[in-house]
Each structure stands twice: as structure tokens, then as C-alpha cells.
């Protein structure tokens, strides 16, 4: 089937099919830019886009909150766009409180069992509804990557990727 989303193939320069779960390589080797504890930061044009492409179910910790909760990658050319797992990783946002914070968040994301120094824009956003538990997607950005609209890293999001760096966790 033809496929219009946004996930981009860097070696081929167009959109790549939906994600076949029989497809999942789990010896992915991730070399660390610099790291604090066990987590690393996650180069994403270098190696995360590749990486949560073949992962695509995650764990996310949010510094501020202590709450972990899974999460599915959906797409993302320029950073990370994720859902809640289930409805009841949904209902653990809305309960804690973390969804429908502008401010950029602290993360740890756990991806195949390595965790990396994410940042989290927690507002459920986008026009397109991939469950019926949760509108839109939110988007873990990583070092190095960009948002959507201005096509720039964003400064605050690489600020909170220090701090879930230093987190210690």
C-alpha cells in the first residue's frame, strides 16, 4: 500500500512504508556522544532516527514528574513524534499532569534497553489521531535534531537534553 506519513528514509530520500514489527533488529550498536550514569546522548541524524526507526516502542521517564510510561514512535523526520503505549500510559500523563505543558521537559528514553537524554514537548498536537485514547503526537527531540516548523534545533529542547543528561539516571 502507498504510503503518504512522514517517517524519511535518509538513503533514499523518500517516505519509508509503515513499520513491520518483524522487522525489528535488536543488535543495533549506539555509540554515546558523552553520558552521565548509564544514559547517553542520542545523535539523532547520526544514529536515533535509524535506532527508534527499528524500535519503535520506548520507555520515557520524565525528570521532573519520576513517572515512567511507554510509548510508541510514530514518525518523525526532523525529531521523535510518539503516542502513549496504551490508554492507560495516556491516563498516567493526564493524571501526573505532564500532557498539556508547553514547557520543553527533561526525558530519559529507553530505546532496545539503552537509555539517552531526550526532551519532551508534551501537548498533544497534529491533526492526525493514530488511537482513540489520545489526540494528536508529542515530540522527543534529541540531540542535534529540529522541530518541524523552522526547521532549527530549538535551544530549550537541547537545554533539557542537558538536563536529563546530568540527571544522573
Known amino acids: 500500500p502507498e504510503y503518504s506519513g512522514d517517517v524519511y528514509d535518509p538513503n533514499t530520500g523518500s517516505d519509508m512504508v509503515p513499520f513491520d514489527a518483524g522487522q525489528v533488529d535488536t543488535t543495533v550498536n549506539t555509540p554515546a556522544v558523552s553520558s552521565s550514569g548509564s544514559t547517553q546522548t542520542l545523535d539523532w541524524y547520526g544514529v536515533g532516527f535509524d535506532l527508534i526507526n527499528k524500535n519503535k516502542s520506548i520507555t ?8 515512567t510510561w511507554s510509548a510508541t514512535y510514530i514518525n518523525g523526520k526532523n525529531h521523535a513524534d510518539v503516542i502513549p503505549a496504551s490508554q ?12 498539556g505543558d508547553y514547557v ?6 529507553t530505546i532496545a534497553g539503552q537509555k539517552y ?18 489526540s494528536g503526537v508529542m515530540c522527543i527531540h534529541f540531540t542535534g535534531s529540529q522541530t518541524h ?4 534545533v530549538d535551544s530549550d529542547h537541547q537545554n533539557a537534553i542537558g538536563q536529563a543528561l546530568q540527571s544522573g539516571f
Do not use: E, W
Open 88 to 99: 492507560g500510559d495516556a491516563q498516567t500523563l493526564i493524571n501526573n499532569k505532564i500532557t
Open 60 to 67: 520515557i521517564y520524565d525528570i521532573n514528574s519520576g513517572i
Open 149 to 152: 516548523g523552522s526547521q532549527k
Open 117 to 134: 537524554a531526550g526532551s519532551m514537548y508534551a501537548v498533544g498536537h497534529g491533526d492526525t489521531y493514530y488511537c482513540n485514547y489520545f
Open 104 to 109: 520543553r521537559r527533561p526525558v530519559v528514553v
